[in-house]
């Protein structure tokens, strides 16, 4: 008789592409005979697939860990595994601090996870944070045809050669590498056999991608010629790798949804400076009037970090012209918080009161503006991708072109189908619309 399937917890912290990368590492010990389940208390190993972005992302792996402590007590043979970019960051230093941690294994060597399961099964204690030589996704089995949901993550460039002074993805996930796009073709058509609808081409720098010609606006053409396939994003972008292509790729081809993720981080080109973006405030406005004449209803979103070493209030109410002159759709704004090893961290940064009330009045105008935007998609018709069913009878959810999530009430079963949608209201972060046809 087989033996019953071990289970495998995984909880995923951080950006997408650890979404991403949480699912290959499943895929990866489904070989081994591991299942996935929700719940902690029934697994035997539990896998946090870790962020290393903020001081509290970091800290909050520690404490999950600490929580932890009672249920390796329960069962002994509970394997427990640290991945992602605090292993990749602290590596051994993470056993240290938590003896009961069994594996750490970084974001490029988890294609070796069969191996290790194996190691730490008969009791060996394993640290693998290398930046192997060898393509992990060309180690990997090909992806299982297995249904999950209509859209879907897919990485096709990692890591990141930019050196933001803030930032440790470059130490966390090394250099920038690029899949083939032959590979990248494949793995699309399988996910789109599997019923996927819309693919997020993910990268920490994605539209530095270069393996092919043409660039990112090549493979995005490449990818549309795929049937089934509905609807193309991508996300996260350099405003210095915005070429000329990307942008008339927004305006010529129809699945490539008008949403752009361009973080700038401020509107002071001093502050510019001392974060070494490269680019200056002139810069990016210039880039998002190219995107908009190129598509005009794009919504634009961003990344702002206040409260970095030197930013004075002229500094801040810089940032805050900026987000009143490009008027974002959506905006994610961190207070700055200093990384070991990024030549930021050196300096002194201002007071974190003053950081905090800047990040409130950052966020309060972009809250105004986000709900603007929804404002004015009431009325409107777009199209949204049915991604779940509500907790009402009858009631769907789904992302609209925009990325709004739009709710419907419709008594067919409208999972995985792009429908047309006429925008009737708002309801705080989401929008309500009827079916039309
Ligand atoms: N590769 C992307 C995003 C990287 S991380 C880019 O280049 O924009 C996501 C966001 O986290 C960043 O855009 C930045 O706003 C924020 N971030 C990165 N390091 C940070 C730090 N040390 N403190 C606060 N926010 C940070
Ligand atoms: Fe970090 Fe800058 Fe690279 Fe983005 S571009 S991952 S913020 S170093
Ligand atoms: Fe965090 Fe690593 Fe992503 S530091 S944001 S999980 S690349």
Redesign the pocket.
């Known amino acids: 008789m087989p033996s019953a399937p071990k289970k495998l917890f995984i909880k995923t912290y951080g ?1 997408q592409m650890n979404v991403y990368d949480s699912e290959r590492m499943a895929e990866a010990l489904g070989g081994q005979g591991y299942v996935t389940t929700e719940v902690a208390e029934e697994a035997d190993m539990v896998l946090l697939n870790t962020c290393h ?2 001081e509290k992302a970091a800290e909050k792996v520690y404490s999950d860990l600490g929580r932890m402590k009672p249920l390796k007590a329960a069962k002994p043979d509970l394997k427990i595994g640290v991945a992602g970019c605090v292993a990749q960051a602290e590596g051994d230093e993470i056993m240290r601090r938590m003896p009961m941690v069994d594996l750490v294994v970084g974001p490029q060597s988890y294609h070796r996870l069969p191996a290790m399961e194996a190691a730490v099964a008969g009791g060996a204690k394993v640290v693998d944070t290398d930046f192997p030589a060898e393509d992990k996704f060309e180690i990997m089995a090909e992806r299982p045809r297995v249904q999950k949901g209509p859209a879907a993550f897919l990485t096709v460039q990692e890591g ?1 050669d ?1 050196f ?1 002074a ?4 470059p130490y966390t996930r090394g250099a920038e590498v690029s899949r083939p796009a032959d590979r990248v073709l494949t793995e699309a058509r399988a996910l789109v056999a599997a019923g996927v609808r819309e693919l997020t081409l993910l990268g ?2 994605v539209n530095a991608w270069h393996g092919a010609e043409g660039g990112l606006a090549g493979l995005i053409a490449a990818l549309a010629r795929i049937q089934g396939l509905e609807r193309i994003r991508y996300t ?1 972008s ?1 405003p210095n790798d915005m070429d000329a292509a990307l942008i008339a790729a927004h305006r010529d081809e129809p699945k490539l949804m008008p949403y752009l993720h361009l ?1 700038v ?1 401020s509107g002071s080109d001093r502050i510019l400076r001392a974060m070494n973006r490269k680019h200056t405030v002139a810069e990016y406005l210039w880039l998002i009037d190219k995107v908009r004449a190129a598509r005009p209803d794009i919504i634009l979103s961003s ?3 206040v409260g970095f070493p030197g930013e004075t209030d002229a500094d801040f109410e810089a940032t805050l012209d900026l987000v009143r002159k490009v008027r974002f759709g959506a905006a ?1 704004s ?6 070991p090893g ?1 030549p ?1 961290a050196e300096r002194e940064a201002p007071d974190p009161a003053v950081a905090d009330d800047r990040l409130q009045r950052l966020q309060a105008l972009i809250e105004q503006q986000t709900q603007e935007v929804m404002a004015a998609m009431v009325g409107q018709e777009t199209s949204v991708l049915f991604e779940r069913r509500g907790r009402m009878d009858g009631q769907w959810t789904g992302k609209s072109d925009h990325l709004f999530a739009v709710h419907v009430r419709d008594s067919g079963d409208l999972w995985g189908e792009v429908r047309r949608v006429r925008i009737t209201g708002v309801t705080s972060h989401s929008l309500s619309g009827q079916i039309l046809g």
């Open positions: 950006c972005i903020r990141c930019k933001c803030f930032c440790v993805v920490q720098n996260t350099h973080p981080q990344d702002f970090i994610y961190f207070k700055y918080s200093a990384r990024t930021a």
